[in-house]
């Protein structure tokens, strides 16, 4: 079946530490991939996509992800995290007319 | 201008009310969506207008029923709601129905009584 995963429910991390979150999807072909951030009670935010080419992408924020096929994995990244990152973030598939959100990953800055 | 706005923000309603959501977007897209979400939970899609004509429903209930009067505007007209109703409700629009990137508004915070 095809499908978007996200591994981590929650993570911590330290202010001005390093962040990777996971996502992984199961479809047959390359589709879109964006990240997308979400403040409690908000709208969804879009820090990146990949649609083809450079399979490194950079985003606001500070943020960046890698597309590797092999993995079918689309990982986000931040070299530091600020306070202000806490949130809600949501890995999401485009492919034919669907749009597919990940369950989310939510993330808490330590201070 | 990559803004899409929704109105209201918050509304409350009874079970036997009327109501409508509305939402507006002027970066020319033409495809437009309505999500649901819950707490905690990804948003859940409900409707896709591809050139105002209603393209894709994921088997929502008929007390939703969405609305889209030209390319900029959708609305979705709510109509004996049920408790379990309350939600965030969020619009997006894309430049076209097909993989491409969905811009989001902020939503619009339901409480059905």
């Known amino acids: 079946a095809q499908s978007v995963t996200q591994p981590d429910i929650h993570i911590t991390v330290s202010e001005g530490a390093s962040l990777e979150l996971r996502c992984n999807y199961s479809?047959?072909?390359?589709?879109?991939l964006f990240w997308y951030v979400q403040s409690p009670g908000q709208g969804l935010q879009l820090l990146l996509k990949y649609f083809s080419g450079d399979t490194l992408v950079q985003g606001i924020k500070g943020f960046e992800a890698e597309f590797k096929r092999s993995q079918s994995s689309f990982n986000l990244r931040k070299p530091s995290v600020h306070w202000s990152d806490a949130a809600e973030y949501f890995c999401a598939v485009g492919y034919g007319q669907n749009f597919v959100f990940g369950p989310g990953t939510r993330l808490s800055v330590l201070p | 201008d990559t803004e899409v706005t929704q109105t209201p923000k918050h509304l409350v309603m009874g079970m036997t009310n009327k109501k409508s959501l509305k939402c507006e977007q002027h970066?020319?897209?033409?495809?437009m969506y309505w999500y649901k979400q819950k707490a905690k939970k990804p948003p859940e899609l409900m409707f896709v207008?591809?050139?105002?004509?209603?393209?894709i429903n994921e088997s929502v209930p008929s007390r939703f029923s969405p609305e889209c009067p030209n390319s900029s505007l959708l609305n979705l007209h709510l109509h004996a709601l049920q408790p379990e109703d309350s939600a965030l409700y969020l619009c997006a629009s894309s430049p076209r129905v097909a993989q491409e990137t969905q811009y989001f508004g902020p939503g619009t915070r339901l409480l059905v009584l």
């Open positions: 479809y047959g072909a390359t589709p879109y």
């Open positions: 207008y591809s050139y105002e004509k209603l393209s």
């Open positions: 970066m020319g897209h033409r495809a």
